[in-house]
């Protein structure tokens, strides 16, 4: 089987990370050709090379390709969303990838166009939408569902039966407790420890964490 041609959209922190992940994945068996990175022309010529790996261009490059799958390596949920939004008139492909020393079990269903970083763990039951971000050595509890475009920063811990809405970002270290249900594009500062659930568009601080504002909708 020949391996799946790939780009990353995004050459930034995350998406040197994400080629990484690919690389993990290619020692063990080359499943992967990351052909090189895809970079609006405000943020990076094309032909630079970051990592031993091209910037392609932006967007537009996809136009006419074929048989090739990108992954968006942008870090900010909103982000990520808006450059997602605009990949859809030029036909962009997702894949997902999961890096060898993350642990799922048979019961986690994930969505397109996600990454689990090293040494990450998730255990039973566990739903996953699509463009999810799970960064490294974070642990995901039973029956949790994270929607599209949420993210975990590094050595995030999510409790069972959590529901992670929409553009959710846990930042570093942070916890959120059994049972609890936190809104549409909040986010849970690095370190808090969420106990109760968090309206949409919230960001929470703290331990215990609080609500120290609420980005109005739109």
Known sequence: MQPQ?????????????????????????????????????????????????????GLDWFKGKS????????????????VIMRAKDVGVEYCSVIHPTAV?????????GCVIAAGSILT???????HVHINL??????DVIMEDF?????????????????GCYVGTGANVIEGVHVGAWSTIGAGSTVIENVPPGATVVGVPGKVIKIRKEG
């Open 137 to 142: 050595d974070c642990t995901v509890g039973h």
């Open 124 to 130: 039973s039951n566990i739903t996953i939408g699509d």
């Open 150 to 166: 949420t993210t975990l920063a590094p050595g995030a811990h999510i409790s069972g039966c959590v529901r992670l809405d929409k």
């Open 67 to 82: 048989r090739i799958k990108a992954i968006c390596a942008i870090g900010d949920p909103r982000s990520r969303f808006d």
């Open 5 to 57: 041609d790939v780009v990353i959209i995004g050459a930034g922190g995350f998406g040197r990370e994400v080629l990484d992940v690919f690389d993990a994945v290619n020692d063990r068996k080359a499943l992967y050709q990351v052909i090189g990175f895809i970079v609006d022309p405000e943020y990076a010529q094309t032909g630079t090379r970051v990592n031993d790996k091209p910037v392609l261009g």
């Open 104 to 112: 799922l079990t048979r019961w986690t269903s994930i969505g397109t």
